[in-house]
């Protein structure tokens, strides 16, 4: 019996006032599975992670969520990582603890050890905790994005270009980290060779 898809999309068109973007577009999104979203620069990829949140709205066509991913529902049952994260200031630690003070993510608030061993595993050195989030590289930045990502422990996880700023090394260990997890459904844009050879399915914008 074929699985129902965690997303689908229908006829979906978006448009930036008379800029079209995305035309008539259909797929659906498998649950625990990873689809990336592919399409040369300015094909829409990111746009259409704004519309999975809610941040942009279909201009015609529809998203449909499954199960408990209603719409309204979908930023709380979801995990976004997006390009080019910018936390804010303060350390890493104290940016990294501030979602887990909502009560959403209160039941998943991570103790110190969690936060070092995911740092580690995607080879991050335990005294990042404790620096200033804006004195990281972008590769750190978007290292630390990734382990706030795994940490909220959310089943869907939109990722946008998750290695556009990494070496192969720490490709493979985002591979490890955030693929092993056949429970999680996974949504990301790339245009990355390594990380398109890790997709289950792919959704051509072009
Ligand atoms: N807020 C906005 N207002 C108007 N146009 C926008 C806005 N955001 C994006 N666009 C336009 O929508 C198009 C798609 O942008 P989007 O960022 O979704 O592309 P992308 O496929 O993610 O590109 P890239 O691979 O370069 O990140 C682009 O032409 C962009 O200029």
């Known amino acids: 019996m074929t699985q129902q898809p965690l997303i689908s999309c229908t006829n979906l068109h978006f448009s930036f006032g008379e800029e079209p973007i995305l035309r008539d577009l259909s797929f659906d999104i498998p649950r625990g599975q990873h689809t990336i979203l592919k399409g040369e620069s300015g094909a829409g990829k990111t746009t259409l992670l704004k519309l999975f949140l809610g941040f942009e709205k279909p201009t015609r066509g529809t998203i449909r969520f499954f199960d408990d991913m209603d719409t309204p529902d979908i930023r709380s049952s979801s995990a976004w990582l997006p390009q080019d994260l910018d936390l804010g200031s303060g350390t890493v630690e104290e940016l990294i603890r501030k979602p887990f003070t909502f009560r959403l993510n ?54 946008d270009e998750p290695t556009s700023a990494l070496d192969s090394l720490s490709k493979q260990r985002i591979t490890n980290l955030l693929l092993a997890n056949t429970s999680k459904t996974v949504v990301s844009t790339s245009h990355d060779p390594f990380w398109l050879d890790h997709a289950d399915y792919t959704v051509s914008l072009d």
């Open 106 to 159: 209160e039941s998943n608030r991570p103790d110190r050890e969690q936060c070092l061993s995911t740092f580690s595993q995607l080879g991050l050195a335990d005294h990042t905790l404790g620096k200033s989030f804006q004195s990281l590289s972008t590769g750190q930045r978007q290292r630390v994005g990734i382990a706030l990502c795994h940490l909220l422990d959310k089943p869907l996880l939109l990722l």
